[in-house]
């Protein structure tokens, strides 16, 4: 059962049935290929897709799926506008999609997002941003902000209640979901966005904490060494990686909306979830986090199996319902 983070909470003795099962699940798909960090980069991108395509199948329908390409001030870029309903303007959450800035896409990301339209009864817009090492930071980050504002700015005719604006996201997508309200918040244009999804976000870009040391070997989905990896493909020199921008826990979050955080217990991301969630604290951000015992890195990706990711998914439906 997942439970509020108050300081007193424990980590999980061991994993849930269904995420070990997760993780054979993964390994055994992964098996025929190599260490997607030993190939180029355009064939890891195509291995990671034929070995989590499985895991996306089935989930809601929607009244109405579309792509569609919009001319931004950053260049064309592609979304994919997912739809419970098409009779009345309905609340928006713009999704970033993980991968460490690398990896995955719309498609990887296509049963969790349908889940969170599902869910919430909300339109959900997928963001195909712009992927590293080709794009630097902070190519992704402008890429997000100027598509949040496209959006809001053409409510009307998406069928958005442009007072009901959401951005959330994965790992490297929740390091971006922040970052986009950062950067909304120097444009004077934080009110496009009314709360954030933060599910095992990127935070901290040393890769030093604790939890890299005891869950960062490989065993559990996400290692440090791929860690490293991400953050070298994303940055474009080492020195960025305190910039606020790249890195929020060094970032000023005073004023930024109300933010739910899901956290893996067994993550090598672990403590700078746990800190980002003081930071939040410390700024006067109403921050609920809630860590979910028995699990894993990327663990949303489980749904297929019911069980923990399905109360997670349902736990942020509900979040965002609320808001």
Same mark, same amino acid.
């Given at each position: 059962?997942?439970?509020?983070?108050? &300081? +007193? =909470?424990?980590?999980? #003795?061991?994993?849930?049935?269904?995420?070990?099962? $997760?993780?054979?699940?993964? @390994? !055994?798909?992964?098996?025929?290929?190599?260490?997607?960090?030993?190939?180029?980069?355009?064939?890891?991108?195509?291995?990671?897709?034929?070995?989590?395509?499985?895991?996306?199948?089935?989930?809601?329908?929607?009244?109405?799926?579309?792509?569609?390409?919009?001319?931004?001030?950053?260049?064309?870029?592609?979304?994919?506008?997912?739809?419970?309903?098409?009779?009345?303007?309905?609340?928006?959450?713009?999704?970033?999609?993980?991968?460490?800035?690398?990896?995955?896409?719309?498609?990887?990301?296509?049963?969790?997002?349908?889940?969170?339209?599902?869910?919430?009864?909300?339109?959900?817009?997928?963001?195909?941003?712009?992927?590293?090492?080709?794009?630097?930071?902070?190519?992704?980050?402008?890429?997000?902000?100027?598509?949040?504002?496209? &959006? +809001? =700015?053409?409510?009307? #005719?998406?069928?958005?209640?442009?007072?009901?604006? $959401?951005?959330?996201?994965? @790992? !490297?997508?929740?390091?971006?979901?922040?970052?986009?309200?950062?950067?909304?918040?120097?444009?004077?244009?934080?009110?496009?966005?009314?709360?954030?999804?933060?599910?095992?976000?990127?935070?901290?870009?040393?890769?030093?904490?604790?939890?890299?040391?005891?869950?960062?070997?490989?065993?559990?989905?996400?290692?440090?060494?791929?860690?490293?990896?991400?953050?070298?493909?994303?940055?474009?020199?080492?020195?960025?990686?305190?910039?606020?921008?790249?890195?929020?826990?060094?970032?000023?979050?005073?004023?930024?909306?109300?933010?739910?955080?899901?956290?893996?217990?067994?993550?090598?991301?672990?403590?700078?979830?746990?800190?980002?969630?003081?930071?939040?604290?410390?700024?006067?951000?109403?921050?609920?986090?809630?860590?979910?015992?028995?699990? +894993?890195?990327?663990?949303?990706?489980?749904?297929?199996?019911?069980?923990?990711?399905?109360?997670?998914?349902?736990?942020?439906?509900?979040?965002?319902?609320?808001?």
């Amino acid at each position: 059962m997942a439970t509020a983070f108050d &300081g +007193t =909470t424990t980590l999980s #003795a061991g994993l849930r049935p269904e995420i070990n099962q $997760f993780l054979d699940e993964m @390994s !055994a798909a992964g098996e025929p290929y190599p260490s997607l960090m030993s190939i180029p980069v355009h064939k890891a991108r195509e291995i990671a897709e034929i070995v989590r395509k499985p895991f996306t199948a089935n989930g809601p329908d929607m009244a109405e799926t579309r792509e569609q390409q919009i001319e931004l001030p950053t260049g064309c870029l592609n979304i994919r506008i997912y739809s419970p309903k098409t009779d009345k303007p309905l609340p928006c959450l713009f999704y970033i999609h993980g991968g460490g800035w690398v990896l995955f896409s719309l498609d990887t990301h296509d049963r969790l997002m349908r889940e969170y339209a599902a869910g919430a009864n909300m339109h959900v817009i997928g963001i195909d941003y712009s992927l590293a090492p080709e794009n630097k930071f902070p190519t992704q980050i402008n890429e997000v902000t100027e598509a949040v504002k496209w &959006g +809001t =700015t053409n409510a009307d #005719a998406l069928g958005i209640d442009p007072q009901k604006i $959401f951005i959330g996201g994965d @790992s !490297a997508g929740a390091n971006l979901s922040v970052a986009t309200c950062l950067m909304l918040k120097e444009q004077n244009l934080l009110h496009y966005v009314q709360g954030m999804v933060l599910s095992y976000g990127v935070f901290d870009g040393r890769c030093s904490a604790k939890s890299y040391e005891k869950y960062g070997q490989g065993e559990y989905l996400l290692s440090t060494e791929e860690m490293h990896w991400f953050w070298g493909a994303y940055l474009n020199q080492p020195d960025e990686v305190t910039q606020p921008l790249a890195s929020p826990v060094f970032a000023d979050v005073r004023g930024l909306p109300p933010v739910l955080m899901v956290i893996a217990d067994h993550d090598p991301l672990y403590d700078e979830n746990i800190q980002m969630k003081d930071h939040f604290g410390a700024a006067g951000v109403a921050v609920t986090a809630k860590i979910y015992p028995g699990t +894993t890195h990327s663990f949303l990706e489980s749904m297929y199996l019911g069980g923990v990711a399905n109360e997670a998914i349902s736990d942020t439906t509900e979040w965002l319902k609320a808001l």
